[in-house]
């Protein structure tokens, strides 16, 4: 399959999967016209993919492109007048901008201002309320990881709106396969602030091993199949095995 096709072809599985969770209730079931968002939220870079009506489309970002990247950039104390920057457009002021916030999600302060394995030069500050911290990108302003990654996924809705013409609140949001529940539990937190209705987390390798199935027509084979993975991220390496089952043919 083609590079371009790839983030198609992700998105679709992410969000194959997220079909299993809507609610059985009459008033939650889809309606026509309904859409749903999925999220390739990485440590780096976020993808945004929209399905309605049977049709998965990526998300472009402003610059045209099909990943954006997880960067934001906070105006100046002195020139409140600003905008908030968010992707690559953050990185023209370098020294105002966090980046990597999805690693501060779940953490316990630490003084080394490291968290996984990324250093951040920002104030960082002790939320003894919260047993957590706060990160402080300008003066006078102190922000919880939770809230910073909700900036993004309203980013990321946004754009998915503003996409499709329509509102969007029903969500499927990837995480490493090393996520704890504490992280999890801090994206879901993320989420809800930002106004989704995150229906579940996936897994990055489940996603990428659906993906892999839906292309190589595994539902065919006649023998199992073992499959590594190796994911090269941001943040850390990860190499998963995949045990595709055979299945038996129909008589």
């Not at 023209?92 to 999805?102: D, I, S, T």
């Not at 897994?203 to 027509?217: D, H, L, Q, S, T």
Request: with cysteine; net charge positive.
């Amino acid at each position: 399959m083609r590079k371009s096709s790839q983030g198609r072809w992700l998105c679709a599985v992410i969000l194959l999967l997220a079909g299993t969770c809507w609610q059985s209730t009459e008033a939650d079931q889809p309606k026509p016209g309904d859409a749903l968002l999925s999220v390739d939220f990485g440590s780096e870079w976020i993808k945004i993919g929209v399905i309605q009506a049977g049709r998965v489309d990526i998300v472009l970002n402003e610059n045209s492109k099909r990943k954006s990247l997880s960067a934001i950039c906070f105006p100046d104390a002195a020139a409140p007048d600003e905008l908030r920057l968010i992707g690559e457009s953050a990185l023209a002021r370098p020294h105002q901008a966090v980046q990597y916030g999805r690693e501060l999600l779940g953490r316990n302060h630490n003084k080394s201002n490291c968290y996984g394995p990324h250093y951040f030069p920002h104030e960082i500050q002790a939320d003894n309320a919260r047993s957590a911290f706060k990160i402080v990108p300008q003066k006078g302003h102190a922000y919880s990881p939770e809230v910073l990654n909700a900036m993004l996924l309203t980013y990321v809705r946004l754009k998915a709106q503003d996409h499709i013409g329509q509102p969007v609140r029903q969500c499927v949001i990837t995480v490493p396969l090393f996520f704890t529940d504490a992280e999890r539990r801090a994206i879901l937190s993320a989420g809800a602030i930002a106004g989704l209705d995150v229906l579940t987390l996936v897994n990055n390798n489940v996603a990428v091993a659906f993906k892999y199935g839906i292309e190589n027509n595994v539902a065919q084979m006649r023998a199992p199949k073992r499959v590594l993975f190796y994911d090269m991220g941001a943040t850390g390496t990860v190499s998963v095995f995949a045990h595709h089952v055979a299945c038996p043919p129909l008589t």
